[in-house]
């Protein structure tokens, strides 16, 4: 059973992927992702010197359960990620996709995201869309 919502669920934006420019050329779409643990217990020592903390250890087994890596590259189908930062104030990741599927791989990518790490975590995510060249 869900221990959280799925309000943190990302929702596809088409206007970002299709109406503005480059529409859907085939470039790239990248999406950052900022993830930050909302319960934290300073007491806990469990974690200390992972990269993260125990959202980086969260962050880093849903990445390892994808089927594919490659020097900090993880991906599955039409997107990958990679982490961008990690310390104590959280996770920030990018998820991307390109080519004529570019919609569907940021969705399953973000869908998988949220089965693998906000589903069942107390993660506050907010979702950039980076600018498209």
């Given at each position: ?35 930050k ?20 250890k ?17 991906g ?58």
């Open positions: 059973m869900n221990a959280f919502s799925n309000e943190r669920l990302y929702s596809l934006d088409y206007d970002w992927l299709w109406a503005a420019p480059p529409h859907n050329d085939g470039s790239e779409a990248r999406l950052r992702v900022f993830l643990w909302t319960l934290i217990d300073s007491s806990d020592d469990a974690y200390e010197g992972v990269p993260g903390g125990p959202l980086g969260v962050v880093r087994d849903w990445l390892g359960s994808l089927p594919y890596s490659d020097g900090g590259i993880w599955e189908g039409g997107w990958a990620a990679s982490i961008i930062k990690e310390d104590s104030d959280g996770v920030v990741l990018d998820i991307w996709s390109a080519g004529e599927d570019v919609a569907d791989g940021i969705e399953a990518g973000t869908l998988s995201l949220f089965e693998g790490v906000l589903r069942a975590h107390p993660v506050d995510v907010r979702y950039e869309q980076l600018p498209r060249v």
